[in-house]
């Protein structure tokens, strides 16, 4: 305080109490907003790389041939994975993050802009490859799925619960690899449940086309 | 960690509560971190100092981070308790809780220098 010695200044206080996130908050609203209006039903897909989410979209793409699915594909570096869903003759738009390792809401503006012409009834974003930092930045989306491969080791949840935290299902995949990895299912269940007791378990192949069913229907639903 | 895209947005918010109070500079401000919010304090003020350089208006601006523990509540017997998203209750065992504190990520606090008119 500067009252005392005269020069004219003083300190002001000011109580903010604002999130650091609340920017992004407000466009998630504005997006689910936006998709509510249209219909969408939005699927946000986290989980590290390689866990298996593209996979997993043409594996649910083949399933619901009735549903006309489309795809936010958010890619670090390239168009890849984007080029592979297109192939499936299904509306995709690429978001080139640009090194950063999450999508967050106006990425997501700005993707569904080449959507909303013609929007799909289901929408899955598929996030960049990382368990750690989507977790953070809600996209206006209806359910958060991580998707977590058997071959990534069941210490996942406690190393990451924030991942896990506000999701609504978790799709536990590559179970046909199961025989050849230490990963014990019910332990990772348990684990799940202590972060989030409400979060769906989708144990599932891609693969072999095992336990794709309850999947699909939770999706349907 | 986005630590680097969190301390970004944490400085146009305070330049424009700068702009909002019409002061003449930020001189410090706090914030909030859970111990659950996934944010890492390290990395986070790394993250600032970086960020102070690009920003000639925070040169000298003071970060006050205030770290907050995680605390519980068990949902069968009401004990209050510190701990992870692992812990069981340490007076009834068990997992059921909510969540009280530690998830914050907040700018609480600004203090500006004004001009005394
Ligand atoms: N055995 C087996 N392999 C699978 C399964 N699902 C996916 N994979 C394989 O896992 C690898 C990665 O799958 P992707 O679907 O590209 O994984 P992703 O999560 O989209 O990867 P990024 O986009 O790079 O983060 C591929 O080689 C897939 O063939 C499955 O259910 N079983
Ligand atoms: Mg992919
Ligand atoms: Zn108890």
Known sequence: ????????????????????????????RENRAWFKRLGVRVVNLVGSPGA?????????????????????????????????????GIPVAAVTTG??????????????????????????IE?????????????????????????EGEDK???YP????????????????????????ARVAELIARINPEARL????VRTGEGLEPWIEFLRA | MHEAGLVAALAEELLRLKEREGAQRVLR????????????????????????????????????LDLVPARFRCKICGREFPGDYFSLCPGCQSPEKTLLSGEELTLREVEFEVADV
């Open chain 1, 1 to 28: 305080m500067c009252e005392s010695c005269g020069c004219g200044e003083r300190t002001l206080r000011v109580t903010v109490s604002r999130g650091l996130l609340s920017e992004n908050e407000r466009l998630a």
């Open chain 1, 52 to 88: 298996g989410k593209t996979s997993l979209i043409e594996a649910t793409v083949r399933r619901l041939p009735e549903c006309r699915v489309g795809v936010i594909e958010g890619d670090p570096e390239t168009r890849r994975d984007a080029e592979r869903l297109s192939r499936l």
């Open chain 1, 99 to 124: 090194g950063v390792c999450h999508l967050d809401a106006r990425m997501v503006h700005r993707a569904f802009h080449e959507l909303a012409a013609s929007p799909p009834e289901l929408l899955f």
């Open chain 1, 127 to 151: 996030n960049v490859g990382n368990l750690l930092c989507p977790a953070d930045f809600d996209l206006g989306e209806d359910l958060t799925v991580v998707v977590l491969s058997v071959t």
């Open chain 1, 157 to 159: 949840p406690e190393k």
């Open chain 1, 162 to 185: 924030q991942a896990f935290r506000r999701a609504s299902a978790v799709v536990l995949t590559k179970v046909d690899l199961l025989p050849h990895v230490d990963f014990d299912l």
């Open chain 1, 202 to 205: 989708f144990p599932l192949s």
């Open chain 2, 29 to 64: 401000f706090t914030v909030e971190i859970g111990e659950l919010s996934g944010v890492d304090p390290e990395a986070f003020r790394w993250a600032y100092e970086i960020l102070r350089e690009m920003y000639a208006e925070l040169k000298e601006t003071e970060m006050i």
